[in-house]
């Protein structure tokens, strides 16, 4: 089932810095691609997604970049904070079957201060 | 957007019993989807829901060891079934809103099978 993979498995920044987080897929009908973050002990919480038809999306310190011909998308998160520290998952829909979310594998991202 | 209520939070049963997790849309979905996370990992997706169809399985789960049901559009039930300790996890149920990309996610509910 693992169609959506992401990397790094685990990623540490200072803060300040930009964290970058990479998400490739294989399913070409999969048009829509959202991230989400979640805490220990909590659900995903949506934070950005973007289109199959853009290649950008930004949305404050986080911005998605688009690459449908690599089939590669990734996120960037600027100005880490210590409270970005999660785990983060891209995740991605195509139009049949419903359009179950299918999530990656995750990435864990610590901020140090 | 589309909010559900999901039951128990969390619950703790003995190895061979079964357990029913329950899910409430406060508006009416056309499919409901089911997920499993175990502790530092990623969702899976078990199922999705229509409402007065048979659910359809993903690869690795089967209705017979995780029956869900959808009588009706803001409802769907999982059970697992004889329950081993290699089922402890975390059961989500979700669904997509009115726009494709709105998607909601219920609260889980954490299963300890002792």
């Known amino acids: 089932q693992q169609q959506v993979r992401q990397s790094p498995q685990s990623l540490t920044v200072w803060e300040g810095e930009t964290a970058i987080l990479n998400c490739s897929y294989e399913?070409?009908?999969?048009?829509?691609f959202p991230w989400y973050q979640q805490f220990p002990g909590e659900g995903p919480a949506l934070l950005i997604s973007?289109?199959?038809?853009?290649d950008k999306k930004e949305d404050g310190r986080f911005t998605i970049f688009f690459n449908k011909r690599e089939k590669k998308l990734s996120l960037h998160i600027a100005d880490s904070q210590p409270g970005d520290s999660a785990t983060y998952f891209c995740?991605?829909?195509?139009?049949?079957?419903?359009?179950?979310?299918?999530f990656g594998t995750g990435t864990t991202v610590s901020v140090s201060p | 957007s589309v909010l559900l209520y999901q039951k128990p939070n969390r619950d703790i049963c003995q190895s061979g019993t079964s357990l029913k997790i329950q899910c409430v849309a406060d508006?009416?979905?056309?499919?409901m989807f089911w997920y499993q996370q175990f502790q530092e990992q990623s969702l899976m997706l078990m199922a999705t829901?229509?409402?007065?169809?048979?659910?359809?399985?993903e690869s690795g789960f089967t209705k017979d060891k995780f029956p869900i049901s959808r009588p009706n559009l803001t409802f769907s039930t999982l059970t697992v079934n004889n329950a081993r300790p290699g089922d402890s996890s975390i059961y989500f149920c979700s669904c997509a809103g009115q726009g494709d990309s709105d998607y909601t996610f219920g609260s889980g509910t954490r299963l300890l099978v002792i």
């Open positions: 829901a229509n409402e007065g169809s048979e659910a359809t399985y």
């Open positions: 973007i289109l199959s038809v853009s």
């Open positions: 995740a991605a829909s195509a139009p049949q079957g419903g359009r179950a979310l299918i």
């Open positions: 399913n070409s009908a999969f048009d829509y």
């Open positions: 508006s009416q979905v056309v499919s």
